[in-house]
């Protein structure tokens, strides 16, 4: 939906009246799987597509929202303490109250929202509306938070409005986003670097699977006591120095550890998540040196030594995403790899443009032929940040 069909429907649903319009991207990260919880780095970039707003103060202390995308409309009092159950509306209702405890003097608002994030991509449609009401509210109501504070606000709303214990990369990405940048952001920091992305000849690629595994257990947390564990390991080893993440280990570390394994009651499998973080964070900074030569070759090569680690050592691949993968080598594909948490969801991809009309064409064909699932082909472009749209 561009802006002149949402304010239309804007003053279709509030007596003829106008706003002012907002958006904020999705993302995706070119590089950087599970260090975020590590300490390490992520690579992130905004995307063209996100969600757009229209927002007026309606000089009440009413919340009226009408979410387009999913035909439905909630009202709440910006002091209730509840807010509305639907959880499209739980996002305005978290990031409005989150700025309220940042000293933004919210007050009643109109607004109609929608978005054209593909679903189930994990391209972080979420974040974007956090984003783009952090953004718009602050604004409107003339506060004056800062950027960081936008973030942490959607931040905070997905932890205690919605019960999901996200990171902040996907809001990070949302609200300081840049066309034709990448972005090294330090977890452990905050500090963050923009990298130019603009690959002449190539284009950036997902190959959303549309297929997502149900797990048994909690694979996320086992990997995650994987990595403090052999992190607390280490500390042990080295109390002169201050481990709190793998982030604060080296390579020397691990192989010390495996001599060591029995001892500090350390398995095979905690080593093997430990040597993919540390060899992702290796890659992240390799990415970093090559884009800043241009060199986009090399860049793809990392991405396939990502897609390796993240199947063989950190085992969050399934046999969709390895399929595509090999589709992807196969068609002389420069780097392929699985984006996101994995077990399901999409591939990340820099093909070359003579390559891209062969390649997508063989990787719906025979994944279809294969699984009996179409796959979504989803072209990237690389957008800004949160912003108001004049």
């Known amino acids: 939906m561009n802006k002149q069909d949402l304010l239309a429907a804007f003053a279709a649903k509030f007596n003829g009246a106008t706003g002012s319009v907002y958006a904020s991207p999705g993302r995706i990260n070119l590089i950087g799987e599970h260090t975020d919880y590590n300490g390490g780095f992520v690579f992130p970039g905004a995307v063209k597509q996100g969600i757009m707003a229209v927002i007026r103060p309606n000089d009440t ?3 009226r929202a009408y979410s387009i995308d999913l035909n439905d409309y909630a009202e709440w009092q910006v002091s209730d303490p509840k807010g509305p159950d639907a959880t499209c509306f739980r996002f305005v209702y978290g990031v409005a109250r989150e700025l309220m405890e940042r000293g933004v003097e919210v007050r009643g608002f109109d607004t109609v929202f929608a978005g054209d994030v593909p679903l189930g991509a994990g391209m972080s449609s979420s974040a974007a509306l956090e984003s ?25 709303t997905e932890h205690k409005y919605i019960g999901c214990n996200c990171g902040i990369m996907d809001q990070f990405a949302s609200v300081f986003g840049k066309a034709g940048k990448l972005m090294r ?3 452990r920091s905050r500090e963050f670097e923009y990298f130019p992305f603009d690959p002449k000849g190539y284009k950036l690629v997902l190959v959303n699977s549309c297929v997502k595994h ?23 080893l080295h109390a002169d120095r201050r481990i709190d ?110 390559l891209y009309n062969a390649f997508t064409t ?6 279809r ?9 989803i072209d990237v472009v690389i957008g800004d940040g949160s912003r108001k749209i004049d």
């Not at 003339?142 to 606000?153: F, P």
């Not at 149900?214 to 042990?236: H, I, W």
């Not at 032929?369 to 082909?377: G, L, M, Q, S």
């Open 214 to 236: 149900e797990l048994a257990g909690s694979p996320y947390n086992d990997r995650r006591r994987s990595c403090e564990s052999v992190a607390a390991a280490v500390q042990k």
């Open 132 to 156: 783009c009401f952090a953004y718009g509210l602050n604004d409107l109501f003339h506060g004056t938070i800062s950027k960081w504070d936008m973030v942490l606000a959607g931040q905070a």
């Open 61 to 63: 202390d009413t919340v």
């Open 245 to 354: 993440t793998l982030r604060d280990c080296s390579w020397e570390d691990l192989e010390e550890l495996k001599a060591k394994k029995a001892d500090l009651n350390i398995t095979d499998e905690d080593l093997k998540r430990a040597t993919f973080v540390l060899g992702e964070k290796d890659r992240v900074l390799a990415v970093c040196d090559a884009l800043n030569r241009g060199d986009y070759e090399e860049v793809g090569r990392q991405m396939y030594l990502t897609h390796e680690g993240l199947s063989r050592d950190y085992e969050v691949s399934c046999e969709e995403l390895d399929f595509l993968n090999d589709i992807a080598k196969e068609c002389g594909v420069t780097g392929s790899r699985i984006m996101g948490g994995g077990f399901g969801g999409c591939t990340i991809n820099l093909v070359k443009d003579e």
């Open 369 to 377: 032929d294969k699984y009996n699932v179409t796959p979504i082909i």
């Open 362 to 367: 063989r990787a719906v064909e025979a994944f």
């Open 185 to 187: 952001l330090d977890c």
